[in-house]
């Protein structure tokens, strides 16, 4: 139970991290880019440009998929720590 909390707490963390710096950059997050959906239909993806479809659609899965990766790491070092 321990590793998924730690690993579900690093993918929260860095998805708040990763969409402040996408909002700072100007690039959309899932949240504007949802509601672009709910206002334009399916033209928000012409709308939406190349860069903030690669971000949404690659890029952003990545980093949360590190997220994980981080999370996975981090849990086997606390519990090696405390398995001593």
Known sequence: MLRIYVIGLLILIIAIAANVIA???GIST???FIEQII???FGAFKEAGFINL???FLLYPIILGSGYWI???TYSLIN?????
């Open 71 to 73: 999370g996975d790491i």
């Open 54 to 56: 690669l971000w949404l």
């Open 23 to 25: 909002n700072a950059i």
């Open 80 to 84: 090696s720590f405390f398995t001593r």
């Open 30 to 32: 899932w949240y504007s």
């Open 39 to 41: 206002s334009k239909g």
